[in-house]
């Protein structure tokens, strides 16, 4: 490793030991509540050292927003990568993968998540914000230009009803997901033994009323 890209890679170590002490601090205290200081000690870096690598706060929030987009990008991906869809079986699995995709996301990655549904883009001045905003906005783009195209895909093959608007659907199914796997998250334990299943049988059902919403064929 050259001696730039050795001090890059210590530069990266740095960033994200600040940001999970951030994160956790978020959680336990809330953003607003949370302060450099509180930083600086948790993360065992000086308040000089975290701002050599973020602006403030809010640009460390927006790093940890970033890296959330970034892994579920990477993970949709994957899952519908391939050759495109020819069979109801095939689109099923993919999207199967897509939903174990957002369980990831919204587990692993909360505080990204919840800031990505409390943004309104149409506030948004793209010329007065940082690159890593512009960058989340892009990657938030990205995300539903690729789901969209796996509806449109599923439409072209008869999977999809023909009357679906792709963009449209995508909005709807990600609140639909983000809703149902919070429910699974704070009451699935309780919903699991009233009705005697599994929390993986409990995700399987609600995850094909979901996608049921815009099939040819229930499944």
């Not at 449209?168 to 997901?177: A, E, F, G, K, N």
Request: hydrophobic letters at 40%.
């Amino acid at each position: 490793m050259g001696r730039e890209n050795k001090r890059e890679a210590i530069a990266a170590l740095h960033r994200e030991q600040i940001m999970r002490a951030a994160e956790t601090l978020f959680s336990e205290k809330g953003f607003d509540m949370t302060t450099i200081e509180d930083i600086s000690k948790a993360s065992e870096y000086s308040r000089r050292t975290i701002y050599a690598y973020y602006e403030n706060k809010d640009d460390i929030l927006h790093h940890i927003i970033e890296k959330g987009l970034l892994l579920l990008k990477d993970e949709i991906e994957s899952a519908i990568q391939g050759s495109t869809v020819q069979g109801s079986e095939e689109f099923v699995v993919k999207y199967k993968e897509i939903c174990l995709a957002m369980i990831r996301y919204q587990t692993e990655c909360p505080h990204s998540l919840d800031n990505v549904i409390k943004a309104k883009p149409e506030t948004l001045n793209l010329e007065n914000v940082s690159d890593t905003v512009k960058h989340i906005f892009n990657l938030g783009t990205e995300i539903n230009e690729l789901l969209a195209a796996f509806v449109e895909n599923g439409k072209k093959n008869h999977i999809v009803r023909q009357e679906v608007v792709p963009m449209m659907t995508v909005y709807i199914l990600w609140s639909s997901m983000t809703s149902f796997i919070t429910l699974a998250q704070t009451k699935g334990n309780f919903i699991g033994k009233q009705f005697d299943i599994s929390e993986e049988d409990f995700y399987e059902y609600g995850f094909k009323q979901i996608i049921n919403s815009i099939l040819e064929v229930r499944i």
